[in-house]
């Protein structure tokens, strides 16, 4: 499995940014996919995350300010950020769980996209 994430870049303190990440390759299903982020210095952390059934689990610092969505079809994720702030700043990883086949649905791996940086000025 395959992520190519796309979006990041620079926005000013307060601006909007949308994050997408599509999926593919070799896989029966994504069960799974979300965002997570790496500032200098700092551990990986989710920021948002959603089911194939369109559950979302959100961050703290961002469940008022964003937004996931999950297109199951086109196996693609996308995370609007609104009222983005300096301590946004980080590399967003796209994260996806999948079965490879129908024999195994229950066996799920995980897959990381390569990462898109996202700065917010001040």
């Known amino acids: 499995v395959q992520l190519q994430a796309s979006g990041g870049g620079l926005v000013q303190a307060g601006g909007s940014l949308r994050l997408s990440c599509a999926a593919s390759?070799?896989?029966?299903?994504?069960?799974?996919m979300a965002w997570y982020r790496q500032a200098p210095g700092k551990e990986r952390e989710l920021v948002a995350r959603?089911?194939?059934?369109?559950?979302?689990n959100y961050a703290d610092s961002f469940k008022e300010r964003s937004a996931i969505s999950m297109d199951n079809d086109k196996n693609t994720v996308t995370l609007r950020m609104n009222s983005l702030e300096p301590d946004d700043t980080a590399v967003y990883y796209c994260?996806?769980?999948?079965?490879?086949?129908?024999?195994?649905?229950?066996?799920?791996?995980?897959?990381w996209g390569q990462g898109t940086q996202v700065t917010v000025s001040s």
């Open positions: 994260f996806a769980r999948a079965s490879r086949s129908a024999p195994d649905f229950f066996k799920r791996q995980i897959y």
């Open positions: 390759g070799n896989f029966f299903r994504i069960h799974e």
């Open positions: 959603i089911e194939y059934g369109g559950t979302a």
